[in-house]
């Protein structure tokens, strides 16, 4: 397994008032084989061996399951390989003396608790503004006793695929958290369980969203682009007719 030497460029940030710079560090024993955050897992342990404060970066399934990742690598959010979270990049994407400049999402709404880790929760305030079906819907049905056509099914799926990470909001010129909002409105607006809360929740998690600080949607695609489960932009303007149909009728 041939080893290789890396020039990383971390953020690290003491805290949410620090002022923050990018660190740099050679780490000499990467290997292709590892994931990125693998790697980070090897610096973190030269760093602690050294008397060092190791690197805080967020992750959890490392499965591109639950969005907990969030990393700009090299300036674009979850790295280079399209349709991946950063959790699922790995070292074979660079080579021996590459430099890797690694920072956290950068956002009003998102403040850096510690070096790479934000603080999201602006996330789960949209998501609790109506990002549920709050009707009670009993024991679990047959899964044939509500037909619903697979072109709709396909497309609440496709929202549905969301892991909340936040990419959108780091790649958007804006920091909008459009993408993210469209798809949990879309997963319900396309659905009959969706129906009876449907123009409420639009209405109430667009102004959610606009409350915490989020910029505006003005069609850059830089959201879809660097989304690990390939969100489509459609869902946005979905989103908008949802939230224009509610506000109209009042
Ligand atoms: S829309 Fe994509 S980039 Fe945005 S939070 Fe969901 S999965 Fe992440
Ligand atoms: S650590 Fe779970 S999606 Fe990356």
New binding site residues.
Partial sequence: MANMTLNLRVWRQAGPNGAGKLEPYVLEDASEHMSF?EMLDVLNEKLIKEGGDPVEF????????????SLVINGVAHGPQKAT????LHMRNYKDGDTITIEPWRARAFPVVKDLVVDRSAFDRIIAAGGYISMNAGGAADANALPIAKPVADDAMDAAAC?G?GACVAACPNASASLFTAAKISQFAVLPQGQPERASRAQRMVEQMDAEGFGDCSNHAECEAVC?KEISIKHIARMKREYMKAVLAG
């Fill in positions: 955050l967020d992750n959890d399934c490392r499965e591109g399951i639950c969005g907990m990742c979270a950063a959790c699922q892991i990470c690990p």
